[in-house]
């Protein structure tokens, strides 16, 4: 039966796709239409097309075209000398080199295009000598340019023999070309630099797409449109002969080991191998449909396929192979895979259909339920049992079933409830010690034997929704829930959160190897590994692609393989230590999500919602170390050479170094690892192929940086860069003498200058006690004694005793006051306040009670600990009453004084309703013009000494009033007290 399904509904791999990586002009290449590539000595990756050159470096392209001195935009081959120079060999026969960023075109290019004229350069090759050697087609001659490459440095050699001529320079190169009209007979001469060395008969080609290659030394292969020959100097011998229904020009031709690839145009890329002069066509067959120019493989032996449709196009080093892509629209499905055994996979389709997978075949549409016995499934019955098949949508209402095996001479058992109802089979386990099978739908679990018609309820209600179920090497069953880790045991379920903190938050997988270890992946914190009764944990630090991790599988090679949601990643375990390979499965799987991953003999299968991807056994490919490049120095936003030590001032401390890593198959997913001794010699982990520093002190620096692929490989040693922060002038050694010089200088000033301060405070002390003399002397205006006397004497004469003898006690009361207090530099607030008032009461008597007057004190200022320089207020006060209150026609005047505290000052505030300072100054004007109050100049001189002891604080603010009804006088002096 097997055999006739076979006959049926194999599908070979040979029609199986491996997934491309397509670089096109969306990820900046200059243009679709590519002929060549080649990765020069540093690991840069060369692409050559018609609208210029691309230089990739993994992340993105850089572009050169005439623009930038390319000297033709057409580049149909590029090649690099033994200095790192990259040439470029153009349709118009045109030669420029790409050297430190720039392009310089050869002073030759006008001799070669006079000569060349309407043929083409097919050929390019520099020597050892750095001569460039050209084979051309459509012409009799090669040419020859010594180093300079300069028009006189142009020579143009002719072949003796005119026809196919195939020039030995060395051991390992040569260069061909070959006239534009060749007669049926065609003669291929060797040569060995200008030496003859045979000329074999080959017969007819078609000479406009000759290409060749070199097999082992002086042997060839050569083909045209149709055939394909080995040429020795001395022998011919055709391999290939191609059908006319194939015509089209051979796009690409080349040798790869014991392997040739033959590429027609929309044709892909064929395999031959080539042995023992023959040549067998191979299964490989690539990108049918696409006319492919070159095929170059990298050092981490990834593959690029240059194209004249599509751009460019890579293929891994361990590439996966897409083998079954899923139908899309609204009857689209997740296919799910299931294990029959060690060598076959079954797929699920519609319901109660599948197909089965080996490692080479795919047998397609088994409908189940036509079985009749399970032995009919594969024609043998080597898988253990039992066996669980789904097949269908197990998210839409009744579009799924599920099937058990466990006997092979009876069909598959459906799995159904206790009232025929099929179970959405979500998840299942199988328990092979007991011959069980356990299935779960959202809420429930069922358990299944070979003697049960259906499968029994166990579990009714689950404590939460369930993302896996298990069955221990103990017939354990362990489930994977949303809020923690469970199992169910003896028809019991335990709790399991609190043995390990993440087994409390989601799980996702569990899986169980040979030895007894336990590997369990979560949802956001990696994979936990338990090992008898100790823990680990594995996550990105490890290498792992994330850390939302869906299943993890171990291989019959001891690789533990674990999907997430942004790809795969393999791990190999030596002994607990773990080496990561990642795997980015975007353009096999748009949606990265696995929902399975199975292995039938040497291949690995991985499921997901969009289709069904495998990948070659064991996952031992050759692990390359990626290299790495500084870039990029800049210093304060500008760039500095990176190809010596650089000497810095001090001021030019931001610094920013950019660097890349190469690795393709990493797919621009490189870590870096980074330090900069002199600053901090802990390495430090980055995605971003640059890091800056900010304001680096003086100092000596050796940055270094590794790169890390995506395979956990690392750059031995790393590159350095250093350079040296010059210390600024005065951190040198002449600076710091001449600051001691200096220093000593200044302390001397400094001395002279204290013994100033000190001959200028006993002067001040001097013009203080002046001050003091002075202000005494004004602190009673002479008017103000003359008028209290003449009072007095007034109501003597009215014989008003009373207020005559009132007035002299009060007058004698205020001069004694004033004559106590001027003994002193400083006395209470409360005498200055009494002194005050004796004095306006005396005004006051004297104005004939033109006003009142009101002294009020804040109660935070205490009148016996405030103390204030004596009469500070009173020629003040004086001004307000002559000035401003005296001249008042009627009885309405008012004088406030206010003391508060503000700010550790005192403040005093003088305010009358008066007359105002513009009126009053008429008035002044008009009876004596030259009149300045000596007590008011003589306070200003007590607020300047005030201010010589503590700059700034002390001061006097005269305001005018609104409207000019009134004076408002504020003197702030600092607040002192007892």
Same mark, same amino acid.
């Given at each position: 039966?097997?055999?006739?399904?076979?006959?049926?509904?194999?599908?070979?791999?040979?029609?199986?796709?491996?997934?491309f990586?397509?670089?096109?002009?969306?990820?900046?290449l200059?243009?679709?239409?590519?002929?060549?590539?080649?990765?020069?000595s540093?690991?840069?990756?060369?692409?050559?097309?018609?609208?210029?050159?691309?230089?990739f470096?993994?992340?993105?392209?850089?572009t050169?075209?005439?623009?930038?001195?390319?000297?033709?935009?057409?580049?149909?081959?590029?090649?690099?000398?033994?200095?790192?120079?990259?040439?470029?060999?153009?349709?118009?026969?045109?030669?420029?080199?790409?050297?430190?960023?720039?392009?310089y075109?050869?002073?030759?290019n006008?001799?070669?295009?006079?000569?060349?004229?309407?043929?083409?350069?097919i050929?390019?090759?520099?020597?050892?000598?750095?001569?460039?050697? /050209?084979?051309?087609?459509?012409?009799?001659?090669?040419?020859?340019?010594?180093?300079g490459?300069?028009?006189?440095?142009?020579?143009?050699?002719?072949?003796?023999?005119?026809?196919?001529y195939?020039?030995?320079?060395?051991?390992?190169?040569?260069?061909?070309?070959?006239?534009?009209?060749i007669?049926?007979?065609?003669?291929i001469?060797?040569?060995?630099?200008?030496?003859?060395?045979?000329?074999?008969?080959?017969?007819?080609?078609?000479?406009?797409?000759?290409?060749?290659?070199?097999?082992?030394?002086?042997t060839?292969?050569?083909?045209?449109?149709?055939?394909?020959?080995?040429?020795?100097?001395?022998s011919?011998?055709l391999?290939?002969s191609?059908?006319?229904?194939?015509?089209?020009?051979?796009? /690409?031709?080349?040798?790869?080991?014991?392997?040739?690839?033959i590429?027609?145009?929309?044709?892909?890329?064929?395999?031959?191998?080539?042995?023992?002069?023959?040549?067998?066509?191979?299964?490989?067959?690539y990108?049918?449909?696409y006319?492919v +120019?070159h095929?170059?493989?990298?050092?981490?032996?990834?593959?690029?396929?240059? +194209?004249?449709e599509n751009?460019?196009?890579?293929?891994?080093?361990h590439?996966f192979?897409?083998?079954?892509?899923?139908?899309?629209?609204?009857?689209?499905?997740?296919?799910?895979? /299931?294990?029959?055994?060690?060598?076959?996979?079954?797929?699920?389709?519609?319901?109660?259909?599948?197909?089965?997978?080996?490692?080479?075949?795919?047998?397609?549409?088994?409908?189940?339920s036509?079985?009749?016995?399970?032995?009919?499934?594969?024609?043998?019955?080597?898988?253990?049992?039992?066996?669980?098949?789904?097949?269908?949508?197990?998210?839409?209402?009744?579009?799924?079933?599920?099937?058990?095996?466990?006997?092979?001479?009876?069909?598959?058992?459906?799995?159904?409830?206790?009232?025929g109802?099929?179970?959405?089979?979500?998840?299942?386990?199988?328990?092979t010690?007991?011959?069980?099978?356990?299935?779960?739908?959202?809420?429930?679990?069922?358990?299944?034997?070979?003697?049960?018609?259906?499968?029994?309820?166990?579990?009714?209600?689950?404590?939460?929704?369930?993302?896996?179920?298990?069955?221990?090497?103990?017939?354990?069953?362990?489930?994977?829930?949303f809020?923690?880790?469970?199992a169910?045991?003896?028809?019991?379920?335990?709790?399991?959160?609190?043995d390990?903190?993440?087994?409390?938050d989601?799980?996702e997988?569990?899986?169980?190897?040979?030895?007894?270890?336990?590997?369990?992946?979560?949802?956001?914190?990696g994979?936990?590994?338990k090992?008898n009764?100790?823990?680990?944990?594995?996550?990105?630090?490890?290498?792992?692609?994330s850390?939302?991790?869906?299943?993890?599988?171990?291989?019959?090679?001891?690789?533990?393989?674990?999907?997430?949601?942004?790809?795969?990643?393999?791990?190999?375990?030596s002994g607990?230590?773990?080496?990561? +390979?990642?795997?980015?499965?975007?353009?096999?799987?748009?949606?990265?999500?696995?929902?399975?991953?199975?292995?039938?003999?040497?291949?690995?299968?991985?499921?997901?919602?969009?289709?069904?991807?495998?990948?070659?056994?064991?996952?031992?490919?050759?692990?390359?170390?990626?290299?790495?490049?500084?870039?990029?120095?800049?210093?304060?936003?500008?760039?500095?050479?990176?190809?010596?030590?650089?000497?810095?001032?001090?001021?030019?401390?931001?610094?920013?170094?950019?660097?890349?890593?190469?690795?393709?198959?990493?797919?621009?997913k490189l870590?870096?690892?980074?330090k900069?001794?002199?600053?901090?010699?802990?390495?430090?982990?980055?995605?971003?192929?640059?890091?800056q520093?900010?304001?680096?002190?003086?100092?000596?620096?050796?940055?270094?940086?590794?790169?890390?692929?995506?395979?956990?490989?690392?750059?031995?040693g790393?590159?350095?860069?250093?350079?040296?922060?010059?210390?600024?002038f005065?951190?040198?050694?002449?600076?710091?003498v001449?600051?001691?010089?200096?220093t000593?200088?200044?302390?001397?000033?400094?001395?002279?200058?204290?013994?100033?301060?000190e001959?200028e405070?006993?002067?001040?002390?001097?013009?203080?006690?002046?001050?003091?003399m002075?202000?005494?002397?004004?602190?009673?205006?002479?008017?103000?004694?003359?008028n209290?006397?003449?009072?007095?004497?007034?109501?003597i004469?009215?014989?008003?005793?009373k207020?005559?003898?009132?007035?002299?006690?009060?007058?004698?009361?205020?001069?004694?006051?004033?004559?106590?207090?001027?003994?002193?530099?400083?006395?209470?607030l409360?005498q200055?306040?009494?002194?005050?008032?004796?004095?306006?009461?005396?005004?006051?008597?004297?104005?004939?009670g033109?006003?009142?007057?009101?002294?009020?004190?804040?109660?935070?200022?205490?009148?016996?600990?405030?103390?204030?320089?004596?009469?500070l207020?009173?020629?003040?006060?004086e001004?307000?009453?002559?000035?401003?209150?005296?001249?008042?026609?009627?009885?309405?005047?008012?004088?406030?004084?206010?003391?508060?505290?503000?700010?550790?000052?005192?403040? /005093?505030?003088?305010?009358?309703?008066?007359?105002?300072?513009?009126?009053?100054?008429?008035?002044?004007?008009?009876?004596?013009?030259?009149?300045?109050?000596?007590g008011?100049?003589?306070?200003?001189?007590?607020?300047?000494i005030?201010?010589?002891?503590?700059p700034?604080?002390a001061?006097?603010?005269?305001?005018?009033?609104?409207?000019? +009804?009134?004076?408002k006088?504020?003197?702030?002096?600092?607040?002192?007290?007892?």
């Open positions: 039966m097997l055999s006739a399904w076979a006959a049926m509904f194999i599908a070979t791999a040979s029609a199986q796709q491996p997934v990586k397509n670089y096109n002009v969306k990820d900046g200059p243009s679709s239409e590519t002929y060549f590539s080649m990765q020069d540093k690991g840069f990756v060369w692409v050559a097309t018609d609208q210029g050159v691309a230089r470096d993994g992340y993105s392209f850089k050169y075209s005439i623009e930038n001195g390319l000297a033709d935009n057409t580049v149909f081959g590029i090649y690099e000398d033994r200095h790192g120079r990259i040439w470029f060999r153009s349709l118009s026969g045109k030669l420029c080199y790409w050297a430190d960023d720039s392009i075109s050869i002073g030759a006008d001799s070669i295009v006079a000569n060349i004229k309407n043929s083409i350069m050929s390019l090759v520099i020597d050892a000598g750095d001569t460039l050697w /050209c084979g051309i087609r459509g012409t009799d001659s090669y040419y020859k340019i010594y180093p490459y300069k028009p006189a440095d142009f020579h143009k050699i002719t072949p003796s023999q005119h026809s196919v195939i020039v030995k320079l060395d051991e390992q190169n040569y260069i061909f070309g070959y006239r534009s009209i007669k049926d007979d065609v003669k001469s060797f040569y060995k630099k200008n030496i003859f060395n045979g000329t074999p008969d080959i017969g007819k080609l078609i000479p406009t797409n000759l290409s060749y290659i070199e097999i082992s030394k002086d060839f292969l050569i083909t045209d449109t149709y055939t394909l020959y080995q040429v020795t100097p001395k011919k011998n391999l290939l191609f059908s006319p229904d194939y015509f089209g020009k051979i796009a /690409c031709f080349l040798k790869e080991n014991n392997h040739i690839w590429s027609k145009r929309a044709g892909g890329a064929a395999d031959y191998l080539y042995s023992n002069g023959k040549l067998t066509k191979g299964i490989t067959h990108l049918d449909g006319s +120019t095929i170059m493989t990298d050092n981490e032996g990834g593959k690029w396929f240059t +194209t004249l751009g460019l196009y890579y293929l891994s080093p590439h192979i897409r083998e079954y892509t899923l139908p899309q629209g609204p009857t689209s499905i997740e296919y799910n895979i /299931c294990k029959l055994d060690n060598r076959h996979i079954t797929i699920s389709k519609s319901k109660d259909t599948i197909d089965i997978a080996t490692p080479d075949t795919i047998i397609r549409n088994v409908k189940l036509s079985v009749k016995k399970a032995f009919d499934i594969l024609g043998y019955s080597a898988y253990t049992l039992p066996v669980i098949i789904t097949s269908g949508n197990l998210f839409e209402l009744n579009g799924s079933s599920s099937y058990a095996i466990f006997n092979y001479n009876v069909p598959p058992k459906l799995i159904t409830d206790s009232n109802n099929h179970i959405s089979c979500y998840l299942n386990a199988l328990d010690i007991n011959k069980y099978v356990y299935v779960l739908n959202r809420y429930s679990v069922y358990r299944l034997d070979k003697t049960s018609s259906f499968a029994k309820l166990i579990i009714d209600k689950l404590p939460s929704r369930t993302s896996t179920c298990y069955i221990d090497n103990k017939g354990v069953l362990w489930l994977g829930c809020n923690g880790l469970w169910y045991e003896h028809d019991k379920l335990t709790y399991h959160g609190n390990n903190p993440y087994f409390k989601r799980i997988d569990i899986y169980q190897a040979k030895d007894g270890t336990y590997y369990f992946a979560t949802n956001g914190n994979i936990i590994i090992r009764n100790t823990y680990s944990r594995l996550t990105t630090a490890n290498g792992l692609i850390n939302n991790c869906q299943q993890v599988f171990t291989d019959t090679y001891g690789t533990i393989w674990v999907s997430t949601k942004s790809g795969v990643t393999s791990i190999a375990d607990g230590h773990y080496f990561a +390979t990642k795997y980015n499965l975007s353009d096999a799987f748009p949606n990265q999500k696995i929902t399975r991953i199975e292995q039938t003999g040497n291949k690995l299968w991985l499921s997901s919602e969009n289709g069904i991807i495998s990948h070659a056994l064991p996952a031992n490919e050759v692990q390359p170390v990626p290299s790495v490049f500084i870039t990029q120095f800049i210093v304060n936003d500008t760039k500095r050479p990176i190809d010596k030590d650089a000497s810095l001032s001090y001021s030019e401390n931001r610094i920013k170094i950019s660097f890349i890593g190469l690795s393709y198959n990493s797919f621009g870590e870096y690892k980074y900069l001794d002199g600053l901090d010699s802990a390495w430090h982990v980055t995605q971003t192929p640059n890091v520093y900010q304001f680096l002190p003086p100092g000596e620096y050796i940055f270094t940086v590794k790169a890390i692929a995506a395979n956990g490989m690392e750059s031995q790393g590159v350095h860069m250093v350079f040296v922060i010059n210390s600024p005065w951190q040198t050694i002449w600076f710091k001449l600051a001691i010089l200096l000593l200088s200044l302390l001397y000033a400094w001395l002279s200058r204290i013994q100033k301060k001959l405070k006993v002067l001040l002390g001097q013009h203080i006690a002046n001050i003091e002075k202000a005494l002397r004004a602190q009673m205006n002479p008017h103000f004694i003359f209290a006397i003449n009072s007095i004497q007034s109501h004469l009215k014989d008003d005793r207020t005559a003898q009132d007035y002299l006690a009060r007058f004698a009361r205020l001069i004694r006051n004033v004559m106590e207090n001027s003994k002193l530099e400083y006395i209470p409360g200055e306040i009494e002194t005050l008032s004796l004095y306006i009461n005396l005004e006051q008597l004297r104005a004939g033109k006003f009142k007057f009101n002294i009020s004190v804040d109660p935070n200022v205490s009148t016996f600990t405030t103390l204030i320089p004596p009469l207020l009173q020629p003040f006060v001004n307000s009453i002559l000035h401003g209150l005296m001249p008042l026609q009627d009885n309405t005047g008012m004088l406030k004084i206010h003391i508060r505290e503000h700010d550790a000052m005192l403040v /005093c505030t003088i305010e009358d309703n008066g007359i105002g300072r513009k009126k009053a100054g008429e008035i002044k004007r008009h009876k004596d013009p030259l009149h300045r109050s000596m008011i100049s003589a306070t200003e001189d007590r607020i300047d005030i201010n010589s002891l503590n700034g604080m001061k006097i603010i005269v305001e005018d009033k609104e409207e000019a +009804t009134g004076t006088v504020i003197i702030t002096i600092p607040l002192k007290q007892i």
